[in-house]
């Protein structure tokens, strides 16, 4: 098959998600792919120029070393709000470049404005257009004025879909409350390269003492985008204020987001409990997660948070690792309440409930549950699935 993806997110910078996983494997596989995405970090770099030039990245892989995926990103202006405008422009003109050129059996979709523009120019040509769902999409717009405008799309994109594939079964039902078929919503859940993270506990005392942690402890670990919500910066301000009750408490946080700077602030305050590294490479992480005691996920409970099921969940538990994280919905459905996650209420708990496992002896059960949660969702599986999921769409 020739697939198209079309995403508002850095497919070379961001991630992996699980869209990587997928299709870095059906390349594999013979598939050809090309994505055409949008350089979601660019007011972060200082040096953007105004009007960038169009990218083309040929044979790229970020997981698979074998894996060759086209990556394309069209010129947008570097000026709020016109980002958006010129999107509309170049990101219409490269679709229907590829379109044209490429000749794509089936177009994905990731995003808003070039889903919508996607499913268009797919309707006009009788191409299958299949949307994946990781997030409630209108909610990452970062500027709120935007939201209600981004969310009236979404639900458009949802009706005009010929199969909208959700990660789990509350973006799924979200989905459907959004406007999209029920007959033509499924759920193809996440996975988890069990083997590469169970290696990278080998790693463990190496990566610990590199970063300067003791058998004395207690690192706590994530890895990810750093929302404003994600409540890294109460749990930093928290270790800060209090540093005489969790002497032994480490945070370590890597990553790359609007956060960042203000979790700087902290580190410097307190730079032998917190430390901040930006993004690392994919390969390196299975090792570095071995190096924690604990991960955690302490973001605040909101619209863009309440559904999801973060794949950096799985993969922390694949490596054996507890999990502490807020009560959000679409997790606490995914996996329950004997899985190695224990849930907190707000941000500000992470601290105590790290304490608590270490004091009341309940890591080594922890830890097995953990593993035992994921170790059967093994993405070669899941693969399959959705290799014939596509080749079904593309005969109908």
Request: glycine fraction near 4%; include cysteine.
């Amino acid at each position: 098959m020739k697939i198209l993806i079309v995403q508002e997110s850095d497919w070379i910078k961001r991630g992996p998600h699980n869209t990587h996983h997928l299709f870095e494997r059906l390349s594999e596989k013979g598939h050809e792919i090309r994505v055409i995405d949008y350089e979601i970090n660019w007011k972060s770099n200082k040096q953007h120029e105004l009007l960038p030039k169009r990218m083309e990245v040929k044979d790229y892989h970020k997981i698979r070393d074998h894996a060759k995926i086209t990556v394309i990103r069209p010129p947008i202006l570097h000026i709020t709000p016109f980002n958006y405008v010129s999107l509309l422009y170049t990101h219409r003109r490269e679709i229907k470049k590829q379109l044209r050129e490429f000749k794509p059996d089936i177009v994905v979709g990731l995003g808003l404005l070039n889903g919508d523009i996607a499913v268009r120019e797919c309707h006009k040509l009788h191409i299958p257009f299949v949307y994946i769902i990781l997030d409630t999409i209108h909610t990452l717009v970062p500027e709120p004025v935007f939201q209600y405008i981004a969310k009236s799309i979404e639900q458009k994109n949802y009706r005009r879909s010929d199969l909208i594939i959700s990660v789990n079964k509350l973006l799924k039902d979200y989905t459907i409350k959004m406007g999209a078929d029920p007959a033509r919503s499924i759920v193809l859940p996440h996975g988890i390269e069990v083997s590469r993270f169970v290696k990278g506990s080998e790693d463990r005392q190496k990566i610990r003492s590199k970063y300067g942690f003791t058998d004395q402890d207690t690192v706590l670990f994530f890895m990810g985008f750093l929302y404003p919500f994600s409540g890294l910066i109460e749990a930093a301000t928290d270790l800060k204020d209090h540093l005489t009750r969790y002497p032994n408490i480490k945070l370590f946080i890597i990553g790359e987001g609007p956060a960042y700077n203000e979790l700087d602030k902290i580190r410097k305050v307190i730079p032998n409990n917190l430390t901040l590294l930006p993004w690392q490479p994919y390969p390196e992480i299975p090792s570095i997660i071995s190096a924690s005691d604990i991960c955690i996920l302490p973001s605040k409970i909101n619209d863009t948070m309440k559904d999801i099921v973060p794949i950096k969940i799985l993969e922390y538990m694949a490596a054996r690792k507890p999990v502490i994280l807020t009560k959000l919905p679409g997790v606490m459905a995914e996996f329950g309440n004997e899985s190695g996650i224990l849930y907190i209420d707000k941000p500000d708990d992470v601290l105590e409930k790290a304490v608590e496992i270490v004091k009341n002896g309940s890591m080594e059960r922890l830890q097995s549950q953990a593993f035992t949660s994921v170790e059967q969702k093994d993405w070669d599986l899941i693969y399959l699935t959705f290799e014939k999921i596509l080749a079904d769409t593309k005969q109908t």
